[in-house]
Each structure stands twice: as C-alpha cells, then as structure tokens.
C-alpha cells in the first residue's frame, strides 16, 4: 500500500472528509471538513467520482513526500507551495513521484488548506468517515513521523489540472434561513442585526466562531425560559446577552441559547475561511429561496468539473525542465498527404 510520509507538520494537521452526518441524537455532531467545498475541488481537479479522505492544515501546512507515484490536490485557503524548491500554483492538482518533497507553507487568504491524494487517506473508519473529531477524541492532530496509508491513484498519468477557486478568504455575507427561535427576535432588532458590520473574533475553531461587532447586543425575547434542544452545524446562537456564535463542524449537539437562524450550506465556507478581523454581514433568506440554492453533492461536483482545466506551469519554475520528454514523436511532415499511413 502507498504511503504519506510527514516529515514536518504544522501546529494543526488531520485527517478530515465529509464527517459522519446522521448522529445527533447520538450526541456527535457531523464533523469533518472546515471547508467542505474545498474538497470538492479536490475531487475534480483530480477526476475523482466522489471526495476522499484528505489532510486538513490549519493556516500552516508542513513536508510530505509518498514512496509512490501519487497525485495531489492542493485546494482551500491558498498557502505557499513548492515540489522540490520549485513554487506550485494554488489550487492545483500535481503528481508527486518517489523522492520528492512536498512543501506547504503558510496560508496567504484564508485559514484551511487542503492537501488531497488521489487514493485518499486509507486510515481506518469508524462510524462510515475516516475523519478526525477532535473534541470528542476520535482521532488526533497529525504529526512529524507519521506515516499514512494511502489508496491507489486511479489514473496516476493523467495531466496536472487547476481551476478558479469560489472567492470565500475574505469574509463577505452570511445568508441565513429562519429557523424556530428567529421569532424570538422583534423586527427592530431583526432589521438591526442585517444592518450591522461584524468581524470575526479571535475566539474561533472547529466548533464555532464568534462574531464581534460595536453597539448594543441583540437580545431575544423569552430566552431565558428556553429549554434545551438540538443544534446543528451553521446555527446562529445568541450567546451572553446577546452575541451571535456561529457553530461549526465540530460543535456540540444540544444547546440553550436562541438561535437567530442557520447559515446556508454554501456560505458556511466563508465563515469557516474567514480570517480574524474579516469583515462579515449577516442577510437573512426566505424558507423559499434557501431550498431554491441548495444543491446536492452530485450536482456540485459536476458543476466543479465544468471549471477545471488544464495547468500550464512556467517553464521557469520547472528546474527539471530537460529531463522532461518534450517530444513523443518524429514526423517527415507529409504525414497526412500519404496513403502508406492507415
């Protein structure tokens, strides 16, 4: 079986998919990706038919090399990227031959960066998803010296790819569908809300971010008689008095606090991607227009296969350039003109 060798690794690498949906009243949130787009670009711009398993950095990447021919997708927050001293696009896909050595940098927009092999990490599964959840324990941060199973790449030949990443590294609006408590909120404060300019807070991780904001905090009425209920990934909690806290991948399952409504699946990227001091807005969305954008994975990744296209890197930055064969073939120029060649 092919292998990932990390020779360093950044203060927040693992292994991360789509997480395991379906638990809640279990008591284990979905998990997963921070950024569940960008795994989908992973898998396009490797031709895959579904995402796999890949390794999540956190605003630093680390060194990698595998013992095996292997193409890589590097996709999420852009970070520095160099095979062998030689600097990479961001996103791209590329192959990774035996002794050569992977560097990723730190992030220049955004927070989580993605490095995916075309075989997926084959570590083993528990509960349907190879993912690491880390508040809960299953799993753990990745580090120098590990070693990672690796499934076989389904077409190690095939071209070097890239594409024009959805812009998410910046901050930008929240659209958020309604949900059962936002009719604890009266218009005034509802209208108020829309009209603030918030930032995201230091206080951040894979189980929510905290959204600061000047002025007074948006209360609810009727929160304190509030019982407990489930919570999902996305919800807006009105924690303290009055301070909105997205949850994220990671978060827990029952909560207390109102919640104002529910980021939609398509700009939960944004959030998560957001560095600290991005400035986001929140918009609340009719029922009707939220169920008219969402889309199912399938569809997704067919629309992120229509973007890739193929790479075409500066020979400046190949410092192997003529070790490559340019040419496969010899021609005396009438080729077509003659009928001894079928």
Same mark, same amino acid.
């Given at each position: 079986? =092919?292998?990932?060798?990390?020779?360093?690794?950044?203060?927040?690498?693992?292994?991360?998919?789509?997480?395991?949906?379906?638990?809640?009243?279990?008591?284990?949130?979905?998990?997963?990706?921070?950024?569940? @787009?960008?795994?989908?670009? =992973?898998? #396009?711009?490797?031709?895959l038919? #579904? $995402?796999?398993? #890949?390794?999540?950095?956190?605003?630093?990447?680390?060194?990698?090399?595998?013992?095996?021919?292997?193409?890589?997708a590097?996709?999420?927050?852009?970070?520095?990227?160099?095979? %062998?001293? #030689?600097? !990479?696009?961001?996103?791209?896909?590329?192959?990774?031959?035996?002794g050569?050595?992977?560097? $990723?940098?730190?992030?220049?927009?955004?927070?989580?960066?993605?490095?995916?092999?075309?075989?997926?990490?084959?570590?083993?599964?528990?509960?349907?998803?190879?993912?690491?959840?880390?508040?809960?324990?299953?799993? *753990?941060?990745?580090?120098?010296?590990?070693? !990672?199973?690796?499934?076989?790449?389904?077409?190690?030949?095939?071209?070097?790819?890239?594409?024009?990443?959805?812009?998410r590294?910046?901050?930008?609006?929240? *659209?958020?569908?309604?949900?059962?408590?936002?009719?604890? /909120?009266?218009?005034?404060? @509802?209208?108020?809300?829309?009209?603030?300019? /918030?930032?995201?807070s =230091?206080q951040?991780?894979r189980?929510?971010?905290?959204?600061?904001?000047?002025?007074?905090?948006?209360? =609810?009425?009727?929160?304190?008689g509030?019982?407990?209920?489930?919570? @999902?990934?996305g919800?807006?909690?009105?924690?303290?008095?009055?301070?909105? /806290?997205?949850?994220?991948?990671?978060?827990?399952?029952?909560?207390?606090?109102?919640?104002l409504?529910?980021?939609?699946?398509?700009? @939960?990227?944004?959030?998560?991607?957001?560095?600290?001091?991005?400035?986001?807005?929140?918009?609340?969305?009719?029922?009707?227009?939220?169920?008219?954008?969402?889309?199912?994975?399938?569809?997704?990744?067919?629309?992120?296969?229509?973007?890739?296209?193929?790479?075409?890197?500066?020979?400046?930055?190949?410092?192997?350039?003529l070790?490559?064969?340019?040419?496969?073939?010899?021609? *005396?120029? %009438? %080729?077509?003109?003659?009928?001894?060649?079928?």
């Open positions: 079986m =092919a292998r990932l060798t990390i020779h360093r690794a950044g203060p927040a690498l693992s292994v991360q998919d789509l997480g395991r949906p379906g638990h809640l009243s279990e008591g284990l949130s979905p998990g997963g990706a921070a950024d569940r @787009l960008a795994l989908f670009e =992973a898998a #396009a711009l490797l031709g038919p #579904a $995402v796999v398993p #890949a390794i999540e950095m956190a605003s630093m990447g680390g060194r990698f090399s595998t013992d095996t021919p292997m193409r890589i590097l996709t999420g927050a852009p970070m520095k990227a160099a095979l %062998d001293g #030689a600097p !990479l696009p961001w996103p791209s896909s590329l192959l990774l031959l035996p050569q050595m992977l560097e $990723v940098g730190g992030a220049t927009a955004g927070i989580y960066g993605y490095l995916t092999p075309a075989g997926g990490i084959a570590t083993p599964e528990w509960l349907g998803s190879r993912a690491a959840h880390l508040v809960i324990g299953v799993g *753990r941060p990745l580090a120098a010296g590990e070693s !990672l199973p690796l499934g076989p790449d389904p077409a190690p030949n095939a071209p070097a790819q890239t594409l024009d990443p959805e812009p590294f910046a901050g930008g609006t929240l *659209r958020l569908m309604p949900g059962p408590q936002t009719g604890l /909120f009266d218009a005034a404060t @509802l209208e108020r809300i829309q009209a603030t300019a /918030f930032t995201r =230091a951040a991780n189980q929510g971010i905290r959204l600061d904001h000047e002025g007074d905090p948006f209360p =609810a009425a009727g929160a304190k509030l019982a407990s209920d489930f919570i @999902l990934t919800d807006v909690q009105m924690i303290g008095e009055g301070i909105p /806290f997205v949850l994220m991948a990671e978060c827990q399952t029952i909560g207390g606090y109102p919640r409504g529910t980021v939609l699946p398509d700009d @939960l990227p944004k959030i998560a991607q957001a560095p600290m001091g991005a400035g986001l807005r929140l918009a609340l969305v009719p029922l009707e227009e939220a169920d008219a954008l969402w889309q199912s994975d399938d569809t997704r990744l067919r629309a992120l296969r229509k973007r890739v296209r193929p790479l075409i890197r500066d020979p400046r930055d190949i410092p192997d350039l070790g490559y064969q340019l040419i496969g073939g010899m021609t *005396r120029g %009438d %080729d077509l003109d003659r009928k001894d060649i079928p």
